[in-house]
Protein backbone atom coordinates (compact mmCIF):
# COMPACT_ATOMS: atom_id res chain seq x y z
CA UNK A 1 0.00 0.00 0.00
CA UNK A 2 1.08 3.47 -0.76
CA UNK A 3 2.65 5.74 2.44
CA UNK A 4 0.11 7.57 3.86
CA UNK A 5 -0.35 10.85 2.82
CA UNK A 6 -2.55 13.45 5.20
CA UNK A 7 -4.63 16.50 4.44
CA UNK A 8 -2.65 20.20 5.64
CA UNK A 9 -3.70 23.50 6.69
CA UNK A 10 -2.48 26.73 4.81
CA UNK A 11 -2.95 30.29 6.54
CA UNK A 12 -6.43 31.59 5.47
CA UNK A 13 -4.76 35.24 4.65
CA UNK A 14 -2.74 37.66 7.30
CA UNK A 15 -4.87 39.96 8.86
CA UNK A 16 -6.03 43.33 9.76
CA UNK A 17 -5.35 44.93 13.22
CA UNK A 18 -6.71 43.29 15.97
CA UNK A 19 -10.53 43.84 16.90
CA UNK A 20 -11.75 45.49 20.02
CA UNK A 21 -13.80 43.04 20.98
CA UNK A 22 -12.66 40.02 22.70
CA UNK A 23 -12.87 35.98 21.25
CA UNK A 24 -12.99 33.14 23.00
CA UNK A 25 -11.64 30.48 20.47
CA UNK A 26 -13.39 27.26 19.78
CA UNK A 27 -12.05 23.76 21.01
CA UNK A 28 -14.29 21.63 19.01
CA UNK A 29 -15.88 21.73 15.72
CA UNK A 30 -19.33 21.21 16.99
CA UNK A 31 -19.17 24.34 19.47
CA UNK A 32 -18.15 27.30 18.35
CA UNK A 33 -18.09 29.25 21.73
CA UNK A 34 -14.38 28.57 22.87
CA UNK A 35 -10.32 29.35 21.16
CA UNK A 36 -8.39 28.99 17.83
CA UNK A 37 -5.66 30.49 14.76
CA UNK A 38 -4.88 29.92 11.97
CA UNK A 39 -1.36 28.31 9.99
CA UNK A 40 0.15 28.91 6.14
CA UNK A 41 1.67 24.71 5.23
CA UNK A 42 3.66 24.38 2.12
CA UNK A 43 3.50 20.82 0.25
CA UNK A 44 4.44 17.89 3.07
CA UNK A 45 8.13 16.80 3.09
CA UNK A 46 8.24 14.04 4.74
CA UNK A 47 12.16 13.88 4.39
CA UNK A 48 12.66 16.54 6.39
CA UNK A 49 11.42 15.63 9.61
CA UNK A 50 13.27 15.43 12.72
CA UNK A 51 12.37 12.39 14.73
CA UNK A 52 13.41 13.86 17.97
CA UNK A 53 10.57 15.97 17.92
CA UNK A 54 10.01 17.25 20.84
CA UNK A 55 5.63 17.04 19.79
CA UNK A 56 5.90 12.91 19.88
CA UNK A 57 4.28 11.44 22.73
CA UNK A 58 3.15 14.64 24.35
CA UNK A 59 -1.13 14.57 24.99
CA UNK A 60 -1.99 17.88 23.36
CA UNK A 61 -5.39 19.82 25.04
CA UNK A 62 -5.89 16.96 26.69
CA UNK A 63 -7.35 14.67 23.82
CA UNK A 64 -4.71 14.19 21.54
CA UNK A 65 -2.09 12.06 21.74
CA UNK A 66 0.89 12.53 19.15
CA UNK A 67 2.49 9.92 17.71
CA UNK A 68 4.77 10.32 14.59
CA UNK A 69 5.75 13.62 12.31
CA UNK A 70 4.26 13.03 8.83
CA UNK A 71 4.97 16.38 6.73
CA UNK A 72 5.88 19.88 7.68
CA UNK A 73 5.47 23.04 6.00
CA UNK A 74 6.13 26.82 6.19
CA UNK A 75 4.26 27.38 8.95
CA UNK A 76 3.54 24.50 11.09
CA UNK A 77 3.67 20.45 11.01
CA UNK A 78 1.55 17.39 11.06
CA UNK A 79 1.17 14.51 12.78
CA UNK A 80 -0.31 11.23 13.02
CA UNK A 81 -2.26 11.25 16.81
CA UNK A 82 -4.99 9.46 18.33
CA UNK A 83 -8.00 11.27 19.99
CA UNK A 84 -8.47 9.34 23.50
CA UNK A 85 -11.21 8.19 24.42
CA UNK A 86 -12.10 7.47 21.02
CA UNK A 87 -9.35 6.03 20.24
CA UNK A 88 -9.18 7.63 16.55
CA UNK A 89 -6.70 8.81 14.66
CA UNK A 90 -6.72 11.98 12.97
CA UNK A 91 -3.71 14.08 11.10
CA UNK A 92 -3.25 16.98 13.67
CA UNK A 93 -1.74 20.04 12.41
CA UNK A 94 0.16 22.03 14.65
CA UNK A 95 0.95 25.89 14.14
CA UNK A 96 4.71 26.20 14.61
CA UNK A 97 5.94 28.85 17.42
CA UNK A 98 6.26 32.31 16.31
CA UNK A 99 3.43 32.28 13.62
CA UNK A 100 0.33 32.92 16.07
CA UNK A 101 -0.04 35.26 18.54
CA UNK A 102 -2.59 34.95 21.30
CA UNK A 103 -3.34 37.83 21.97
CA UNK A 104 -3.95 39.05 18.00
CA UNK A 105 -7.51 38.98 18.25
CA UNK A 106 -8.32 39.30 15.31
CA UNK A 107 -6.11 36.63 13.66
CA UNK A 108 -7.80 34.39 16.13
CA UNK A 109 -11.21 35.32 15.48
CA UNK A 110 -10.48 34.94 11.24
CA UNK A 111 -9.43 31.67 12.12
CA UNK A 112 -12.26 30.52 14.21
CA UNK A 113 -14.73 31.91 11.96
CA UNK A 114 -13.10 30.01 9.04
CA UNK A 115 -12.68 26.99 10.97
CA UNK A 116 -15.92 26.90 12.08
CA UNK A 117 -17.42 27.42 8.38
CA UNK A 118 -15.03 24.54 6.84
CA UNK A 119 -15.99 22.18 9.54
CA UNK A 120 -19.59 22.69 8.69
CA UNK A 121 -18.76 21.31 4.89
CA UNK A 122 -20.29 17.79 4.48
CA UNK A 123 -19.77 17.19 1.06
CA UNK A 124 -18.32 13.47 0.73
CA UNK A 125 -15.73 15.07 -1.40
CA UNK A 126 -14.09 17.40 1.45
CA UNK A 127 -11.68 16.24 4.14
CA UNK A 128 -13.60 16.30 7.71
CA UNK A 129 -12.63 18.76 10.06
CA UNK A 130 -13.00 16.78 13.21
CA UNK A 131 -11.98 19.48 15.34
CA UNK A 132 -9.25 22.67 16.42
CA UNK A 133 -9.02 24.84 19.00
CA UNK A 134 -5.82 26.00 21.46
CA UNK A 135 -4.61 23.83 24.36
CA UNK A 136 -4.19 25.87 27.69
CA UNK A 137 -0.05 26.26 26.72
CA UNK A 138 -0.78 27.94 23.41
CA UNK A 139 -0.70 24.51 20.86
CA UNK A 140 -3.16 25.71 17.91
CA UNK A 141 -3.93 22.93 16.09
CA UNK A 142 -6.81 21.21 13.36
CA UNK A 143 -7.81 17.25 13.86
CA UNK A 144 -8.55 16.07 10.31
CA UNK A 145 -9.42 12.62 9.26
CA UNK A 146 -6.82 10.88 8.85
CA UNK A 147 -6.31 9.99 4.78
CA UNK A 148 -4.82 7.07 3.38
CA UNK A 149 -3.39 7.22 -0.21
CA UNK A 150 -1.87 9.44 -2.30
CA UNK A 151 -2.21 12.84 -3.67
CA UNK A 152 -3.20 13.63 -6.99
CA UNK A 153 0.45 15.14 -7.66
CA UNK A 154 1.82 11.65 -6.45
CA UNK A 155 -0.06 10.26 -9.27
CA UNK A 156 0.65 12.49 -11.94
CA UNK A 157 4.10 12.50 -11.50
CA UNK A 158 4.30 8.09 -11.22
CA UNK A 159 1.95 8.13 -14.17
CA UNK A 160 1.94 10.48 -16.22
CA UNK A 161 -1.51 12.03 -18.68
CA UNK A 162 -4.25 10.12 -17.23
CA UNK A 163 -7.28 8.49 -19.31
CA UNK A 164 -9.89 11.09 -20.28
CA UNK A 165 -12.65 8.99 -18.28
CA UNK A 166 -10.68 9.07 -15.28
CA UNK A 167 -9.97 12.69 -15.44
CA UNK A 168 -13.60 13.70 -15.65
CA UNK A 169 -14.38 11.28 -13.09
CA UNK A 170 -11.71 13.03 -10.55
CA UNK A 171 -12.69 16.49 -11.96
CA UNK A 172 -16.03 16.18 -11.51
CA UNK A 173 -15.85 14.63 -7.79
CA UNK A 174 -13.42 18.46 -6.92
CA UNK A 175 -15.99 20.19 -9.00
CA UNK A 176 -18.31 19.12 -6.52
CA UNK A 177 -16.51 19.62 -3.14
CA UNK A 178 -16.18 23.12 -4.33
CA UNK A 179 -19.84 23.96 -5.13
CA UNK A 180 -20.41 22.92 -1.64
CA UNK A 181 -17.90 25.58 -0.47
CA UNK A 182 -19.35 28.09 -2.83
CA UNK A 183 -22.76 27.22 -2.03
CA UNK A 184 -21.59 28.49 1.68
CA UNK A 185 -19.49 31.39 0.48
CA UNK A 186 -16.39 30.18 0.49
CA UNK A 187 -13.91 30.36 -2.54
CA UNK A 188 -10.57 27.94 -1.85
CA UNK A 189 -8.39 29.68 -4.01
CA UNK A 190 -5.95 27.02 -4.29
CA UNK A 191 -7.08 23.77 -5.97
CA UNK A 192 -4.21 21.97 -7.20
CA UNK A 193 -3.38 18.49 -7.39
CA UNK A 194 -0.94 18.51 -4.04
CA UNK A 195 -4.51 19.51 -2.42
CA UNK A 196 -6.12 16.66 -3.76
CA UNK A 197 -6.34 12.87 -2.30
CA UNK A 198 -7.19 10.07 -4.05
CA UNK A 199 -8.01 7.07 -1.51
CA UNK A 200 -9.79 3.30 -2.45
CA UNK A 201 -13.39 4.17 -1.16
CA UNK A 202 -15.49 0.95 -1.55
CA UNK A 203 -15.42 0.38 -5.47
CA UNK A 204 -13.79 3.54 -6.45
CA UNK A 205 -9.98 3.34 -6.53
CA UNK A 206 -10.06 7.42 -7.23
CA UNK A 207 -12.46 8.81 -4.33
CA UNK A 208 -11.36 12.24 -4.13
CA UNK A 209 -10.94 14.11 -0.72
CA UNK A 210 -10.02 18.05 -1.75
CA UNK A 211 -8.01 19.18 1.01
CA UNK A 212 -7.01 22.93 2.29
CA UNK A 213 -9.51 25.10 2.93
CA UNK A 214 -6.84 26.96 4.89
CA UNK A 215 -6.42 29.74 1.73
CA UNK A 216 -10.01 29.98 1.39
CA UNK A 217 -11.93 33.47 1.60
CA UNK A 218 -15.50 34.31 2.07
CA UNK A 219 -17.09 36.20 -0.90
CA UNK A 220 -19.93 36.64 0.52
CA UNK A 221 -20.07 38.91 3.50
CA UNK A 222 -17.37 41.91 3.33
CA UNK A 223 -16.26 42.16 6.47
CA UNK A 224 -13.56 44.64 6.68
CA UNK A 225 -12.31 43.25 10.14
CA UNK A 226 -11.66 40.02 8.25
CA UNK A 227 -10.09 40.55 4.63
CA UNK A 228 -7.09 41.90 3.27
CA UNK A 229 -5.39 42.97 0.34
CA UNK A 230 -2.27 43.51 -1.23
CA UNK A 231 -1.75 39.51 -0.13
CA UNK A 232 0.27 37.32 -2.70
CA UNK A 233 -1.66 33.77 -1.70
CA UNK A 234 -2.19 30.62 -3.43
CA UNK A 235 0.27 28.43 -6.11
CA UNK A 236 1.98 30.19 -8.73
CA UNK A 237 1.44 27.01 -11.32
CA UNK A 238 -2.56 27.11 -10.50
CA UNK A 239 -3.26 30.97 -9.91
CA UNK A 240 -6.33 32.58 -11.43
CA UNK A 241 -4.93 35.61 -13.80
CA UNK A 242 -7.55 38.38 -11.64
CA UNK A 243 -5.81 37.47 -8.17
CA UNK A 244 -2.19 38.99 -9.77
CA UNK A 245 -4.55 41.89 -10.26
CA UNK A 246 -5.32 42.22 -6.86
CA UNK A 247 -8.95 41.39 -7.76
CA UNK A 248 -11.13 39.87 -5.43
CA UNK A 249 -11.49 36.03 -5.57
CA UNK A 250 -14.52 34.43 -6.79
CA UNK A 251 -16.35 31.14 -7.60
CA UNK A 252 -15.17 31.58 -10.96
CA UNK A 253 -11.15 32.08 -9.31
CA UNK A 254 -11.87 28.20 -8.26
CA UNK A 255 -13.27 27.22 -11.46
CA UNK A 256 -9.49 28.42 -13.22
CA UNK A 257 -7.66 26.96 -11.07
CA UNK A 258 -9.69 23.42 -11.25
CA UNK A 259 -9.34 24.28 -15.09
CA UNK A 260 -5.80 24.23 -14.75
CA UNK A 261 -5.78 20.77 -12.69
CA UNK A 262 -7.91 19.19 -15.62
CA UNK A 263 -5.47 20.22 -18.14
CA UNK A 264 -2.55 18.69 -16.13
CA UNK A 265 -4.47 15.71 -15.73
CA UNK A 266 -5.18 15.49 -19.18
CA UNK A 267 -1.64 16.85 -20.83
CA UNK A 268 0.24 15.18 -17.96
CA UNK A 269 1.88 19.04 -17.33
CA UNK A 270 0.21 22.58 -16.54
CA UNK A 271 -0.57 24.66 -19.40
CA UNK A 272 2.46 26.92 -18.12
CA UNK A 273 5.65 25.40 -17.03
CA UNK A 274 7.86 28.51 -16.87
CA UNK A 275 11.77 28.48 -15.21
CA UNK A 276 10.46 31.10 -12.44
CA UNK A 277 7.35 31.52 -10.03
CA UNK A 278 7.07 35.01 -11.53
CA UNK A 279 7.78 33.91 -15.35
CA UNK A 280 4.63 31.23 -14.77
CA UNK A 281 2.28 34.21 -13.26
CA UNK A 282 3.31 36.54 -15.90
CA UNK A 283 2.63 33.45 -18.60
CA UNK A 284 -1.13 33.50 -16.48
CA UNK A 285 -1.87 36.82 -16.74
CA UNK A 286 -1.01 37.02 -20.48
CA UNK A 287 -0.05 33.82 -22.35
CA UNK A 288 -2.45 31.76 -24.29
CA UNK A 289 -1.98 28.19 -23.38
CA UNK A 290 -1.31 25.33 -26.11
CA UNK A 291 -4.53 23.42 -26.88
CA UNK A 292 -4.47 19.92 -25.39
CA UNK A 293 -4.95 18.30 -28.71
CA UNK A 294 -1.69 19.91 -29.98
CA UNK A 295 -0.09 18.24 -26.92
CA UNK A 296 -1.34 15.17 -27.20
CA UNK A 297 -4.41 14.46 -30.17
CA UNK A 298 -5.87 11.43 -28.41
CA UNK A 299 -7.71 13.85 -25.78
CA UNK A 300 -11.60 14.33 -26.99
CA UNK A 301 -12.01 17.91 -28.55
CA UNK A 302 -14.73 17.73 -25.65
CA UNK A 303 -13.19 17.41 -23.19
CA UNK A 304 -10.48 19.94 -24.74
CA UNK A 305 -13.47 22.50 -24.80
CA UNK A 306 -14.21 22.37 -21.28
CA UNK A 307 -11.02 23.00 -20.03
CA UNK A 308 -9.94 25.94 -22.50
CA UNK A 309 -13.45 27.56 -21.50
CA UNK A 310 -12.90 27.20 -17.44
CA UNK A 311 -9.07 28.44 -18.03
CA UNK A 312 -10.41 31.97 -20.06
CA UNK A 313 -8.41 35.01 -18.77
CA UNK A 314 -11.76 36.74 -18.82
CA UNK A 315 -13.45 35.30 -15.68
CA UNK A 316 -16.73 36.47 -17.67
CA UNK A 317 -15.24 34.38 -20.07
CA UNK A 318 -15.62 31.02 -17.87
CA UNK A 319 -18.35 28.95 -16.75
CA UNK A 320 -20.31 31.32 -14.48
CA UNK A 321 -21.09 28.59 -11.43
CA UNK A 322 -19.85 25.06 -10.80
CA UNK A 323 -23.10 23.67 -11.67
CA UNK A 324 -22.32 24.74 -15.07
CA UNK A 325 -18.94 23.24 -15.13
CA UNK A 326 -20.66 19.92 -13.90
CA UNK A 327 -22.79 20.09 -16.54
CA UNK A 328 -20.32 20.75 -18.95
CA UNK A 329 -17.80 17.66 -17.80
CA UNK A 330 -21.14 15.60 -18.02
CA UNK A 331 -21.68 16.55 -21.57
CA UNK A 332 -18.02 15.62 -22.33
CA UNK A 333 -18.23 12.57 -20.37
CA UNK A 334 -21.54 11.29 -22.66
CA UNK A 335 -19.68 12.33 -25.93
CA UNK A 336 -16.58 10.16 -24.78
CA UNK A 337 -16.11 7.12 -26.57
CA UNK A 338 -14.46 4.96 -23.96
CA UNK A 339 -12.58 1.71 -25.51
CA UNK A 340 -14.50 -1.39 -24.78
CA UNK A 341 -11.40 -2.83 -22.45
CA UNK A 342 -11.54 0.60 -20.10
CA UNK A 343 -13.23 1.15 -17.38
CA UNK A 344 -16.98 2.57 -18.92
CA UNK A 345 -17.69 6.01 -17.44
CA UNK A 346 -19.85 6.38 -14.63
CA UNK A 347 -22.16 8.98 -14.34
CA UNK A 348 -21.00 12.39 -13.82
CA UNK A 349 -24.14 14.16 -13.34
CA UNK A 350 -26.47 13.15 -10.27
CA UNK A 351 -30.11 14.28 -10.59
CA UNK A 352 -29.34 16.77 -8.06
CA UNK A 353 -27.14 18.47 -9.76
CA UNK A 354 -29.58 18.59 -13.10
CA UNK A 355 -32.23 20.24 -10.48
CA UNK A 356 -29.82 22.92 -9.76
CA UNK A 357 -28.98 24.20 -13.05
CA UNK A 358 -32.35 23.16 -14.53
CA UNK A 359 -34.18 26.59 -14.25
CA UNK A 360 -30.53 28.49 -15.39
CA UNK A 361 -30.27 26.03 -18.45
CA UNK A 362 -33.90 26.40 -19.79
CA UNK A 363 -33.72 30.05 -19.61
CA UNK A 364 -30.30 30.53 -21.88
CA UNK A 365 -31.69 27.86 -24.15
CA UNK A 366 -34.45 29.76 -24.26
CA UNK A 367 -33.02 33.21 -24.71
CA UNK A 368 -30.40 31.38 -27.18
CA UNK A 369 -33.51 30.09 -29.60
CA UNK A 370 -35.60 33.26 -28.95
CA UNK A 371 -33.41 36.06 -30.42
CA UNK A 372 -33.17 36.13 -33.63
CA UNK A 373 -37.06 36.03 -33.89
CA UNK A 374 -37.12 38.33 -31.40
CA UNK A 375 -34.97 40.90 -33.60
CA UNK A 376 -36.44 39.82 -36.32
CA UNK A 377 -39.75 40.92 -34.75
CA UNK A 378 -38.65 43.94 -33.50
CA UNK A 379 -37.06 45.38 -37.06
CA UNK A 380 -40.38 43.79 -38.70
CA UNK A 381 -42.12 46.36 -36.21
CA UNK A 382 -39.60 49.11 -36.96
CA UNK A 383 -40.33 49.15 -40.74
CA UNK A 384 -44.20 48.47 -40.04
CA UNK A 385 -44.34 52.53 -37.64
CA UNK A 386 -42.26 53.54 -40.45
CA UNK A 387 -44.37 52.45 -43.78
CA UNK A 388 -47.50 54.15 -41.23
CA UNK A 389 -45.81 57.37 -41.15
CA UNK A 390 -45.43 57.30 -45.39
CA UNK A 391 -49.50 56.34 -45.95
CA UNK A 392 -51.03 59.35 -47.31
Wanted: hydrophobic share 45%; proline share 8%; glycine share 8%.
Amino acid sequence: MAAPAVATWPVAEPLEPAHPDGLTPPVDSRDESAGCSSAMALPLQPAALRFDDPLVGRLIDGRYRVVEPLGHGGMGRVYRAVQVGLDREVALKVLAEGHADPRDLTFVKRFCLEASVTARLGHPNTVVIHDYGRSDDGIFYIAMEYLEGRTLAEVLEAEGALPPSRVLRIGTQIARAAREAHRNGLVHRDLKPSNVMLVARDDEPDFVKVLDFGLAKFFVRGDAELTQSGAFLGSPQYMAPELLRNAPASPRTDIYGLGVVLYEMACGRPPFTAASSIAVLLEHASAQPKRPRLLDSHIPEALEHVILRAIAKDPQARYGSMDELLLALSWAGNALGVPADAEPLRPVLTAADVASIEVGSRRRYWRRKLRPWLVGLAAAAGAGAAAWQLLP
